[in-house]
């Protein structure tokens, strides 16, 4: 399984950025795609994640701000971000699984989200 993520760059506090993340290669299998974060010198933090059967989960640090979706068909994942705060600025890594709550199949090659105060 291969994931190319797309859509970081620089935004200001309280603006929005749309993350997309398409599946390709061996997709077969694939029951969930979400997003992780990391900072320089801290633990990756699941952020979002959605299920083939829609089921989603979010990072409290952004419930109400991201929403994530996902077009089967295409097998691609989005992460729209709203009001965006400096603590969201973070490297972020698309993510699928086979098996939920297990460790992820693959990761994306990581997109920078900066958001300036």
């Known amino acids: 399984v291969q994931l190319q993520a797309s859509g970081g760059g620089l935004v200001q506090s309280g603006g929005s950025l749309n993350l997309s993340c398409k599946a390709s290669g061996v997709i077969y299998g694939i029951n969930a795609m979400g997003w992780h974060r990391q900072v320089p010198g801290s633990e990756r933090e699941l952020v979002a994640i959605?299920?083939?059967?829609?089921?989603?989960n979010y990072a409290d640090s952004v419930k109400g701000r991201f929403t994530i979706s996902r077009d089967s068909a295409q097998m691609t994942a989005y992460l729209q971000m709203n009001n965006l705060k400096p603590d969201d600025t973070a490297v972020y890594y698309c993510?699928?699984?086979?098996?939920?709550?297990?460790?992820?199949?693959?990761w994306g090659q990581g997109t920078l989200v900066t958001v300036s105060s």
């Open positions: 993510t699928a699984w086979r098996v939920i709550n297990s460790d992820p199949i693959a």
């Open positions: 959605i299920t083939n059967g829609g089921r989603i």
